[in-house]
């Protein structure tokens, strides 16, 4: 069913219903970070072909807008369907693309089924209201309020590598789902993913234009796009550098941004320290560490730290590495320069007096589960976040000193506590300047009806899947006024 996004190894753009090749023919090639092999090609559009399909997209829209909310959740449904009858193909597919280990990548792609189905059940229940004025001082029951919530029009869903198929979806299902139209950027590396979920939503019987996607370097065709009129949303997943970079230009334009995060996991002296190694080391190297939401520093007490340090090394001991396959844990990071800048902030922080407990091994870009102990606030291993699977140990003092590195952070995503103490735990929550903060469990997304955000620089805006669809649409308020 996927034989017409591409031709050969070059994959094609989904514009109004179909296929099609750029019309310069030019294209870029993904490498896998696996092996180095060519994985295929997507297309460089030239502005004036993306003239084009926002056009389209604009035109789309007016009929999608007034297409039934049961109609439109019966597609994303046969959507995740869909999903779930291709999850070998599009897990072997985030395996060789991204370097994602098969469990993490068949995960993803049950994962994103659930989501999309969840999305189709939600979107049900966004009800229009009526509002009666007589509540208001000095009005009688002569004004009616009719509060209906309509589409914002065309959203620019721009996701990221790590996860190219779930945070597409979880950008395009309540998009869909609240009537707007989508134009999908998808991440360079990740792309040939993201692609072949473009497909399985027109498979499901989306109309024509109303999801079209735009491949090309961010960097040739990024700000085109942000900046382009027509646009009413963009939703963003990425780095801190260019979710700042869109804020600036986009203008008077709602968006929805997931930046990036240095999450603290915050160990008092009564957690229950097995428990909590394990949460730390499945929350910190999964998928290597890539994840905005990995468990990226450790602040214990020193009364615990020696224990809790020898726990997390035995934990680190039992996870694989290599290449993607069931098992698997730790796989090569996405690029080579994402494994130096890796290695750049160990170097720092070893030659600043911090001690390498175990790990600190490198083959290509693949690089080995490292832990680093005695890591300093004067290092930057503390402060700046690694994407990658290295995780430092900042001893402390008190939970004062704690919540006081915790907070200095530019970011503010999640973090956690660890403490049988539930009185001290709400607490630290409450001072924790931070969207989510999980207590005796390790920083991660979802469930996806829970809401998920980031202060600071870690993001902006609300998501989860009702705060999704509500972001990506608005009231519109029609009063009937009543003869006295």
Known sequence: ???RIHKGNVYFNLVNGEWVECLSKKS??????????????TQLLSREEIDDIIMNSKQAQKAWRDTPLSQRAKILERAADILEENIELLSKILETEIAKDTDSAVSEVKRTADFIRFTANEGMHVQSEAIGAEQFPGFKKNKISYVARIPLGIVLAISPFNYPINLTASKVAPALIAGNSVILKPPT????????????????????????????????????????????FINFTGSTVVGRHIAQIAGMVPMLMELGGKDAAIVLEDADLSMT?????????????QRCTAVKR???????????????????????????????QITPLISTQAADFVEELIKESVEKGAKIVIGNRREGNLLYPTLIDYVTTDMRLAWEE???????????????????IANRSEYGLQSSVFTKNIDLAFMIANRLEVGTVQINNKTERGPDHFPFLGVKSSGMGTQGIRYSVEAMSRPKAIVINLNS
């Open 277 to 289: 190694a394990k949460n730390i080391v499945a929350g910190a190297y999964s998928y290597s560490g």
């Open 189 to 232: 590396q990740g792309a040939i993913s993201a692609l072949y979920l473009a497909e399985v939503f027109h498979q499901a019987g989306l109309p024509a234009g109303i999801l079209n996607t735009v491949t090309g370097r961010g960097s040739e065709i990024g700000d085109y796009l942000i900046t382009h009129k027509e646009i009413n």
């Open 28 to 41: 870029l090639e993904i490498f896998s970070p696996v092996d180095n092999s060519l994985v295929g090609k």
């Open 298 to 328: 450790i602040l214990v007490m020193n009364a615990i730290a020696d224990q809790l340090v020898e726990l997390i090394e035995e934990e680190i001991k039992l996870l694989k590495v290599g290449n993607p396959a069931k098992g698997i």
């Open 386 to 404: 690694p994407f990658g699977p290295v995780l430092p140990i900042l001893r402390v003092n008190d939970i004062e000193e704690a919540i006081d």
């Open 1 to 3: 069913m996927f034989e």
